[in-house]
């Protein structure tokens, strides 16, 4: 009974996420929001990324059990996501208010979902992956359920995604008795950020990759702030079912990482999820411009399903690289500094530089059909390609560290990037 709760925890907790994430750019694109204003929506997560370990660490872990506050977040955060139609009704920055609000409420959840489930596990390691898969499989459901009522850029999107999480919430109060896991304990805000970890730095190949995890996260923030919406412009009418392809890779290629671990070490793992990101936008760029063509389609696609590369030969290698350089007392740490680095600083630049550079590549024109714009989607994906290459050459020169992580490494990470640490990434 307490893998069935955990695991249907898991699926409303990302389904949820899946339901409007991946295609609020297109939601508001078809509104008529400007590329600026879909990038800053982008950046909000990154946002509160960086701000729920204060919340985590002051409040969560240490006055209320976990499950309640599970509950009280996701009754908020849903509530938020119901009223962000009728706020976009109104005005954009009304639209990003309610968003950043949901966010704010809904990212100190990642960490509590994982901190619920350790806590009531006998044994964590071969449970976990288990029941966190099926996070996963809620993200790619919640696509193909946005898709098939063609809610893809719609307003109805969020009225999915806002029911569930008043589910989420209503569920959280019936999850097992969780005690505050820090009660009692002083609050350190370099703990909770991570910020011990800087003494790693000195390390040179440990700092490369810290800096190379950062850099390459820029890029990335493209994809999931456009590649909806481009995905759309292509010819592809259900755009949540497609990208759901994404996170089926996830899955295929965590099944198959063991046998790559022990082969190539973590350095050619770590250069192989680098360039799957630059294949994936020389994929995207080399298909604009024949729009709507089954070449051009496959083309997409291709890069769509690069996504299990991308995420789980770089970040899940990467948090296994992390763990295993940090001493024991350090690792949650470390894994905390990582997620801060990546899902909150690269994430949060990326998605600020993607909608500047998709607004310098857009070119308007007025006719007596109304203001036409047209955007140079070769050129906006050709960018990230240029910049993901060039964090991969400085990775190839300088990183030198020869650990090599065991099969056993690999079956403790499960897709997405979890690890047994309270922390966790954007899918």
């Keep these: 009974m307490l893998t069935l709760m955990l695991s249907v925890m898991m699926f409303l907790q990302f389904f949820l996420w899946g339901a409007w994430y991946v295609t609020m750019g297109p939601f508001m694109n078809a509104s008529g929001m400007a590329p600026d204003t879909i990038g800053t929506a982008y950046a909000l997560g990154p946002i509160a990324a960086i701000i729920s370990p204060f919340f985590l660490g002051l409040v969560a872990d240490r006055y209320f059990p976990t499950q309640i506050v599970l509950g009280v977040m996701h009754l908020l955060g849903g509530a938020l996501l119901l009223l962000a139609p009728m706020a976009a009704g109104q005005s954009a920055n009304l639209f990003l208010a309610a968003v950043l609000i949901h966010m704010l409420c809904y990212m100190p959840t990642l960490g509590l979902t994982n901190t619920l489930s350790f806590s009531n596990m006998t044994n964590p390691e071969k449970q976990f992956p288990l029941i966190r898969v099926w996070g996963t499989i809620g993200w790619i459901v919640a696509g193909f359920v946005i898709s098939g009522l063609k809610f893809d850029v719609s307003a109805s999107m969020f009225y999915v995604a806002g029911g569930s999480g008043i589910a989420m919430g209503v569920f959280s109060f019936f999850l097992p008795h969780t005690p505050a896991p820090q009660k009692g304990k002083a609050f350190s805000a370099k ?89 994936r936008y020389l994929l995207f760029a080399g298909a604009w411009g024949s729009e709507g063509t089954d070449h051009v389609k496959w083309m997409v696609l291709g890069g769509i399903l690069l996504h299990g590369i991308c995420y789980d030969f770089f970040f899940v290698t990467g948090f296994i690289y992390a763990e295993k350089k ?49 955007i140079a989607w070769d050129k906006v994906w050709l960018a990230p390609a240029l910049f993901a290459t060039g964090v991969l050459v400085v990775f190839f020169i300088f990183f030198r560290d020869k650990i090599k992580p065991t099969t056993t490494d690999v079956t403790e990470h499960t897709p997405d990037g979890d690890t047994t640490a309270e922390t966790e990434t954007a899918v």
């Design 191 to 279: 703990e909770a950020l991570g910020l011990d970890t800087l003494a790693m730095m000195k390390d040179p190949s440990f700092a490369v990759f810290i800096i190379c995890s950062l850099l390459i996260c820029i890029p990335l923030a493209a994809y999931y702030s456009f590649g909806g919406q481009y995905v759309g412009e292509v010819g592809f009418e259900k755009i949540g079912s497609t990208m759901s392809f994404g996170q089926m890779s996830e899955i295929v290629f965590m099944l198959v990482m063991p046998l790559f671990f022990v082969r190539l070490g973590v350095k050619w793992m770590l250069l192989i999820g680098m360039g799957a990101w630059v294949l």
């Design 326 to 374: 940090a001493k024991p007392e350090h690792r949650g740490a470390v894994q905390g500094f990582l997620v801060l680095v990546t899902q909150g600083l690269g994430m949060f630049i990326g998605a600020k530089a993607a909608g500047r550079l998709v607004a310098h590549y857009t070119t308007t024109e007025t006719t007596s059909d109304g203001v036409i714009s047209t």
